[in-house]
């Protein structure tokens, strides 16, 4: 399976600013998806990244607040805009080589915003 | 309902004993299905996935697929304290971006 490096591995970050999230996978995977994981809660889909196409959001979550890229089929980024407190959580992406595969996941990105 | 449904509560099991989780889920047309096992902190790890009905064994896990009760299981046997995790089902939905939808997680803890 896919392995994916992840990072920053965490962040204290100044509410107003932003902070990109960079994943690396070290083989082609056709689709990259983002999470964002509270303490202690499941995962929560932020949005689908496929290369070529506009990144797909789930309700809850626009582009402006979430700019996500994915320039080819190893890499992707996620940016968290205009930060507030409520954004503090951790932040996860995955990636799959087609439908039916388990989707790997990268270490994930602590995000503090004070 | 919600698309993927883990509802017991947190699992105490002694060493040695056998674990066993329970999934279930809403979309018909699923096709497959898979076990999540997350560590305090670290990120979820891929331990079973299972795609026709029946049982599949990966050395002391079991999983169980019911696809005409959409129910999904996970059995553990011989629990080891290092089983101690909370472990998310995971079914693929087929909309149009092949999305993976997650339960809320079982917590599992071995007692030795």
């Given amino acids: 399976?896919?392995?994916?490096?992840?990072?920053?591995?965490?962040?204290?970050?100044?509410?107003?600013?932003?902070?990109?999230?960079?994943?690396?996978?070290?083989?082609?995977?056709t689709m990259m998806f983002w999470y964002r994981q509270q303490p202690g809660q499941s995962l929560t889909l932020i949005a689908t990244a496929n290369q070529g196409s506009e990144a797909t959001y789930e309700s809850g979550f626009v582009i402006d607040k979430f700019p996500i890229s994915r320039p080819n089929l190893t890499f992707s980024t996620l940016t968290v805009s205009n930060m507030s407190p409520e954004d503090s959580s951790i932040y996860l992406c995955s990636g799959s080589p087609g439908r039916d595969y388990g989707y790997t996941f990268g270490s994930g990105t602590r995000l503090t915003v004070v | 309902q919600k698309e993927v449904e883990q509802n017991s509560g947190p699992l105490?099991?002694?060493?040695?004993?056998i674990a066993s989780l329970n999934c279930t889920y809403s979309d018909r047309v699923s096709q497959s299905f898979f076990w999540y096992r997350q560590y305090s902190g670290k990120s979820p790890e891929l331990i079973m996935?299972?795609?026709?009905?029946?049982?599949?064994?990966?050395?002391r896990f079991t999983a169980q697929l019911n696809k005409a009760s959409q129910y999904v299981s996970l059995l553990i046997r011989d629990s080891q304290p290092s089983d101690s995790a909370t472990y998310l089902c995971a079914v693929n939905m087929r909309d149009g971006n092949n999305r993976l939808a997650f339960g809320k997680g079982n917590q599992v803890v071995v007692i030795p």
Wanted: glycine share 8%; charged share 20%; net charge negative.
């Fill in chain 1, 1 to 29: 399976s896919a392995v994916i490096s992840q990072k920053p591995s965490r962040d204290i970050c100044q509410r107003g600013t932003s902070l990109t999230i960079q994943c690396q996978v070290d083989s082609q995977v």
């Fill in chain 2, 49 to 59: 996935s299972i795609y026709s009905n029946g049982d599949k064994e990966d050395g």
């Fill in chain 2, 12 to 17: 105490s099991v002694p060493e040695g004993a």
